[in-house]
């Protein structure tokens, strides 16, 4: 039996890391106005004061505030990569940038298409925290994007709660005020309010008969709401 010096040493040619990652996932989800990305930079932040690297994402969909930062209702500001999917993340923040970052923070995170994946290759593979906040459901509270996909890849799920605009009680669903019905109508307060359960129901039935009473009248459909809202 002959030693060679040159042999290989069998764990040498492993290529990738030799530990088990150490990934998260952790998704927020609520109504519109429910501070859903409050709580995630406060994550975010926490995340960064205890010195782990950071980075946030958000839809180049939404430019409501900021297109270059996520940017809360009340104000609070966070610079972000504004993306039309995640699937190209990697590559426009550089493999080098991407492989030091500890944590992601995904905001809107209904905008992506490509969620379920990003976040299973972070978490799992990479070895990355990613936190999502998004819509779990849209105006009609039917599942919105890619949110609900992700859940059986997380490891905690917080849905927050808003309070409804007109009685102040718990609020769970967001009603579009407006008569447009595509899915993906971007806007804020002047479009969308935080409703409860009954005045879900309530509002939006009244919604449907008035708009069943102005067709017939042939009124323009801008008065619906004003019909709707005058009865709460
Ligand atoms: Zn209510």
Known sequence: MTFSSSAKDPMSVTTKPNYLPTGEIHVIVGPMFAGKTTALLRRV??????????????SSKDTRYAVDAVVTHDGTKFPCWSLPNLSSFKQKFGIDAYEKVDVIGIDEAQFFDDL????????????????????????LRKSFGSVLDIIPLADT????????????????FTFRKTSETETELIGGADMYMPV???????????????????????LPSSLILETTLVTP
């Open 45 to 58: 932040k926490l995340e960064s004061n205890d010195g782990r690297n950071v980075v946030m994402i958000k």
């Open 116 to 139: 379920y994946d990003f976040c299973c290759n972070a978490a799992d593979l990479d070895g990355k925290t990613v936190i999502v906040a998004g819509l779990d459901g849209d105006y």
């Open 157 to 172: 799920v917080t849905k927050l709660t808003a309070r409804c605009e007109l009685c102040n009680k718990r609020a769970f």
């Open 196 to 218: 409860c359960r009954q005045h879900y129901v309530n509002v939006q039935s009244v919604n449907e008969a008035a708009k069943i009473v102005l067709e017939s009248h042939k």
